[in-house]
């Protein structure tokens, strides 16, 4: 078990870029999920899926970003057009799901985005 | 709808006194409690959970045990060290928030030597 891992740790990019980030989860696990972090803040919930199907996707999430789980493993999520209030962590976190009554998540170290 | 509250930070203490953070919660249903830890520039650590009523986690000194009658669930360590200043986050899972994690603003800890 290597854990959740996340790439690239640190991504500048100018504004107006399009970006992509990559989670790879625990094996076993089922559901991903991705969040954003500012500094100082908890983590701001984004999307997730189970499996390779994307469940929910937070309202406030703007069209610019889109997430992919396409064989169920790793997922990638781009950010289209990037904003200077885009500037953030971005974590993933990877759970058993609920078929197994394991509900704790457990994340990567994150990928540190900024926006010039 | 579900929500966690934890005592505002930043909590400073010296090092080896007792650490006491103060987290409550608000669930139709009967959660998961977790407390999840997360060091400067680094991501989040799960410290320590519990599923039901009574249940004490526990995990590096940290313990905490689900009270559902106060609805609270108080991470406590008997002697922090500098190497526990980190910022503390609790969080609940249920069926009514789909499994997902609802956070606490989260505690800054400072340890001072």
């Known amino acids: 078990d290597t854990g959740v891992s996340q790439n690239p740790r640190h991504k500048i990019t100018k504004r107006g870029q399009n970006v992509t980030f990559r989670c790879d989860p625990i094996?076993?696990?089922?559901?991903l999920y991705w969040y954003r972090q500012t500094l100082g803040q908890g983590p701001e919930f984004l999307t997730y899926?189970?499996?390779?199907?994307?469940?929910?996707k937070s309202r406030l999430l703007s069209d610019r970003f889109s997430a992919e789980r396409p064989k169920g493993s790793f997922s990638t999520l781009e950010i289209q057009r990037t904003e200077q209030g885009d500037s953030a962590m971005y974590l993933c976190?990877?759970?058993?799901?609920?078929?197994?009554?394991?509900?704790?998540?457990?994340f990567g170290p994150g990928t540190r985005l900024t926006v010039t | 709808g579900d929500s966690v509250t934890q005592m505002e930070g930043p909590v400073t203490l010296s090092e080896e006194a007792f650490l006491t953070i103060n987290c409550t919660y608000t669930?139709?249903?009967?959660?998961?409690l977790f407390w999840y830890v997360q060091y400067p520039g680094e991501g989040l650590q799960l410290l320590l959970k519990?599923?039901?009523a009574d249940d004490k986690g526990s995990n590096k000194g940290f313990e905490a045990t689900y009270r559902k009658e106060t609805t609270s669930f108080h991470l406590e360590k008997g002697s922090v060290q500098v190497s526990d200043s980190a910022v503390y986050f609790c969080?609940?899972?249920?069926?009514?928030?789909?499994?997902?994690?609802?956070w606490g603003a989260g505690t800054k800890l400072i340890i001072k030597p």
């Open positions: 976190a990877s759970s058993l799901g609920v078929r197994q009554h394991s509900y704790e998540q457990y």
């Open positions: 094996s076993e696990h089922n559901r």
């Open positions: 899926f189970q499996n390779e199907a994307q469940l929910e």
């Open positions: 669930a139709t249903g009967y959660p998961s």
């Open positions: 519990a599923t039901k």
């Open positions: 969080a609940l899972s249920d069926q009514d928030s789909n499994y997902q994690l609802i």
